[in-house]
């Protein structure tokens, strides 16, 4: 990463090593603080702003739920700052924004690209940027293009495998459960994976398994075409 740049642009920026991709497609993330950013996705900034707020207050007097946190972002809310932040949904039509209060987060794929972005920000509100995220160099961009996982010590288990977050039937679910058993010490299941697979229920979510072999992925894609979402590779760092 250009650290110059970023260093040059604010001296509070917080730079920060990716391990993994974003997404499984963007190698940086800019994180901005920016309080009452959920409201960047409305037409009106400001009557969200004044309809989240009064939404609050109704259930604070009702009695049943108050968040604290939340009222004090909405206090804070700059709309100016928010506006401007909006704007970036139709001048970066490529780049990905989440939101989640208070802060604003921005992937790209590279790193001209988030600089870009960066730059676009009035340097009035630049101290508002927390951090940057990406590769240190592109050695390490093209190991996370294969949907590694960077690590420092060399792991226990080679491949972590997530399961889907969706429904499967009793059945798939057993075959799935006893299949993994079998396998002892090849793989390791968290609990909830272990129990998420045997309960009664089809809908499975936050589900994975590690292994070193790979191909245990592959048997459980033959016991059913679309029960595995991703399978990622750990690489340690002091082999590269």
């Given amino acids: 990463m250009d650290t110059l740049f970023w260093k040059n642009l604010s001296s509070e920026i917080k730079i920060q090593s990716s391990?993994?991709?974003?997404?499984?497609?963007y190698y940086y993330k800019l994180e901005i603080y920016a309080p009452g950013c959920k409201s960047i996705r409305s037409?009106?900034?400001?009557?969200?702003?004044t309809r989240r707020r009064t939404h609050i207050r109704e259930y604070n007097h009702g009695g049943s739920w108050f968040d604290k946190r939340l009222s004090n972002y909405?206090?804070?809310a700059d709309i100016g700052f928010l506006y401007s932040l909006k704007t970036l949904?139709?001048?970066y039509p490529d780049i990905k924004i989440r939101t989640e209060e208070p802060k604003v987060s921005i992937y790209a794929t590279d790193e001209l690209m988030i600089q870009s972005v960066a730059d676009s920000i009035d340097p009035d509100y630049r101290n508002k940027i927390e951090s940057i995220t990406g590769p240190e160099n592109?050695?390490?961009?093209?190991?996370?293009?294969?949907?590694?996982?960077?690590v420092k010590k060399p792991p226990k288990y080679r491949y972590r495998v997530w399961l889907k977050e969706k429904q499967f039937e009793e059945p798939v679910r057993q075959q799935v459960l006893s299949y993994l058993l079998s396998l002892g010490d090849l793989v390791r299941m968290s609990d909830h994976t272990r129990e998420s697979l045997n309960k009664p229920y089809n809908w499975i979510?936050?589900?994975y398994f590690y292994?070193?072999?790979e191909g245990v992925a592959t048997f459980?894609?033959?016991?059913?075409?679309?029960?595995?979402?991703?399978?990622?590779?750990f690489v340690c760092l002091d082999n590269k």
């Avoid at 391990?19 to 497609?25: A, E, L, P, R």
């Avoid at 037409?43 to 702003?49: M, N, P, R, V």
Wanted: contains cysteine.
């Fill in 138 to 150: 592109e050695e390490l961009k093209k190991i996370l293009k294969n949907n590694a996982i960077l």
């Fill in 19 to 25: 391990t993994k991709q974003f997404y499984k497609q």
């Fill in 89 to 91: 949904y139709y001048e």
């Fill in 43 to 49: 037409d009106d900034i400001k009557e969200s702003l």
């Fill in 211 to 213: 292994t070193n072999d």
């Fill in 220 to 233: 459980v894609r033959l016991l059913h075409p679309d029960l595995v979402r991703e399978v990622s590779e």
């Fill in 74 to 76: 909405l206090k804070e």
């Fill in 205 to 207: 979510w936050g589900c």
